[in-house]
């Protein structure tokens, strides 16, 4: 299995920015202004909800790597035929408000089945930060185990900043920041880090051992194209300024 070179090449340099409409968005013309936004920003890649009407649509739209999310596994199929580059089981924000809990033992099992039914596809899995920091690590590497070859962070949903500006969107990011930190160190694959991050803290999430980063609500809550591109584009200037960051 090879990772498609345009995010080889991100996650080498670590730079990667991937923006997410939403597992849960199936509104195509929220979704074909976001994967707008995110190309003409300058993002990796884009993720989105996995229909195979959206990934044409994505498709017809950008040249970027196409990423679907889900948590069933048999919804992967029909999307990589559509044409899908990668995979994501998770983010799970969406399922959090409902009540919805995934623990340890659902995930791997979602990981065993997708790559079962799909065995080449780049598999990213999301690690729920609903799970203590040792048992995400410990998930982790049996993910990696069990073929996946991204790991994504969360943890957006369980923060509640207390502070405004730049103090609470450092409160924000700080589970998935810590994530990122512990799982980096003990996987060979790359790391993405989601779920609450701003272009203030994304230089924070490479340097506590990500390889790029996902952003969702801060891109697709926006209501104007031009305001998306800018938010794409800050958080793309964010990742490559890093080294100088003071």
């Given at each position: ?107 791997l099992e979602l990981t065993q089945q ?14 729920p930060h609903i799970l203590e920091l ?95 591109v800018a938010a794409v584009r800050s ?12």
């Amino acid at each position: 299995m090879t990772i498609h070179s345009t995010l080889q090449l991100a996650f080498t340099q670590k730079n990667a920015l991937k923006v997410i409409s939403g597992l849960t968005n199936f509104n195509s013309d929220r979704v074909a202004a976001i994967v707008r936004a995110a190309d003409q920003g300058g993002a990796t890649f884009v993720d989105i909800a996995a229909d195979p009407a959206l990934v044409q649509l994505a498709k017809q739209l950008t040249n970027l790597p196409i990423c679907v999310s889900a948590v069933e596994p048999e919804k992967f199929v029909a999307t990589v035929a559509a044409g899908a580059d990668l995979i994501e089981i998770g983010n799970y924000d969406a399922f959090y408000a409902q009540g919805r809990r995934f623990e340890a033992a659902e995930v791997l099992e979602l990981t065993q089945q997708t790559r079962s039914l799909l065995p080449e596809i780049t598999l990213s899995v999301t690690v729920p930060h609903i799970l203590e920091l040792d048992q995400q690590v410990q998930l982790a590497e049996a993910l990696v185990d069990a073929g996946a070859d991204i790991i994504q962070t969360e943890g957006g949903t369980s923060s509640s900043p207390i502070h405004a500006g730049t103090l609470g969107l450092i409160e924000k990011a700080a589970p998935t920041l810590a994530a990122a930190y512990e799982i980096s160190r003990v996987v060979t694959v790359p790391v993405l880090c989601a779920s609450g991050l701003s272009s203030v803290t994304a230089p924070l999430a490479i340097s506590a051992g990500a390889s790029g980063i996902g952003v969702g609500s801060a891109i697709n809550q926006l209501n104007s194209e031009i305001a998306m591109v800018a938010a794409v584009r800050s958080l793309v200037e964010a990742l490559a300024g890093r080294q100088v960051a003071v």
